[in-house]
């Protein structure tokens, strides 16, 4: 199975020649990487509503019976 090469990879002369890179380097590099860090994101983001969880409806109603009792 040939390997994907988006870019030649030439180096200025005396340097050494770079070791091939595999098709699951780039998929890892070009895809899932970066979904994985937009969900550790989006997470980070949504922690304070994910922690509220229900509470925040019954929080609510709470206030609903309180002003009808007064």
Request: charged share 20%.
């Amino acid at each position: 199975m040939p390997t994907m090469n988006l870019l030649p990879l030439e180096v200025l002369p005396g340097w050494p020649e770079p070791a091939p890179v595999s098709d699951l380097h780039m998929w890892l590099l070009l895809v899932i990487g970066p979904l994985a860090f937009g969900a550790v994101v989006a997470l980070i983001a949504f922690a304070p509503h994910l922690a509220r969880g229900g509470r925040e409806k019954t929080d609510v109603e709470s206030r609903e019976l309180e002003a009808a009792r007064h």
